[in-house]
């Protein structure tokens, strides 16, 4: 029997369950292990470089300047939860991407119930890192370009009204790109084949891009929506490709 198609936020939540299943969690846990130490590492460096600044700085200032030791303190702490906040989602996509990788193989062997895929190894995720960092930057190539231009627009008198909207419906297809992309490569299904495939499912593809988009927005969640969002998006693929050849099939059989 056919397994149904889901909604966006179906597959979302669906994701979530397969990505905390016991055969699963490793590609979750070694990119969060690898996530947290590097930006615990970077916050550590930062703070300890900012002390050195700030305790050659005070001996140059007058005494009645001695308060901005409290005020530069805290101004440093908001500038680096702000830093993590906002770099923290691309840094970990390029860094997990390998991961990622591995995570939507071994989903679609759950889904379909068969291993056509290679098994996994440390020398294939070593192998895996070129084609997946390559990928990765093809992903920032596309949206460079189209955020520059939507930024142009945000400075343009009466038309800015529709950057917002524009903006915001541009995130959302843009989740949808960054997490089908994992199944669609691993599939070895071309970028350009890929967008179009996705924009023949338009709607279906900014249902899950757009609770994707919000889930990533809510800090320390994100964390675990990352992985859960890679799962829910080989969901979509499988079970939305199984329908379109069910329907081929359907077609073929009438006509």
Not at 2 to 13: C, D
Not at 90 to 112: H, M, Y
Not at 137 to 158: D, E, N, Q, T, W
């Amino acid at each position: 029997m056919q397994a149904p198609v889901l909604s966006g936020p179906q597959y979302l939540r669906e994701g979530l369950k397969l990505v905390l299943s016991p055969g699963l969690r490793l590609f979750v846990l070694l990119p969060l292990a690898i996530n947290l130490l590097l930006f615990t590492g970077l916050v550590y460096l930062a703070g300890h470089q900012f002390a050195l600044w700030v305790d050659a700085l005070m001996p140059t200032l007058p005494d009645w300047l001695g308060f901005l030791t409290y005020i530069l303190w805290p101004l440093f702490v908001i500038l680096v939860v702000l830093m993590v906040f906002f770099t923290f989602t691309l840094l970990a996509n390029i860094i997990a991407a390998p991961f990622n990788g591995f995570l939507a193989e071994k989903v679609e062997v759950v889904v379909r119930g068969k291993d056509d895929f290679p098994p996994f190894s440390w020398g294939e995720l070593v192998a895996m890192v070129p084609r997946t960092f390559g990928r990765e930057m093809r992903k920032l190539g596309y949206f460079v370009p189209r955020a520059l231009g939507l930024f142009i627009l945000s400075f343009i008198p009466v038309v800015n009204i529709i950057a917002a909207p524009l903006w915001l419906l541009f995130g959302i297809w843009m989740m949808a790109i960054q997490y089908i992309d994992y199944p669609a490569d691993n599939n070895k299904m071309s970028w350009q084949d890929m967008l179009a495939w996705l924009r023949a499912k338009r709607w279906q593809s900014l249902s899950f891009g757009g609770i994707t988009y919000l889930a990533l927005l809510v800090p320390f969640v994100n964390i675990l929506m990352m992985p859960a969002a890679v799962a829910g998006a080989t969901l979509f693929w499988v079970r939305e490709r199984d329908q379109n050849a069910a329907s081929d099939r359907g077609t073929s059989i009438h006509s």
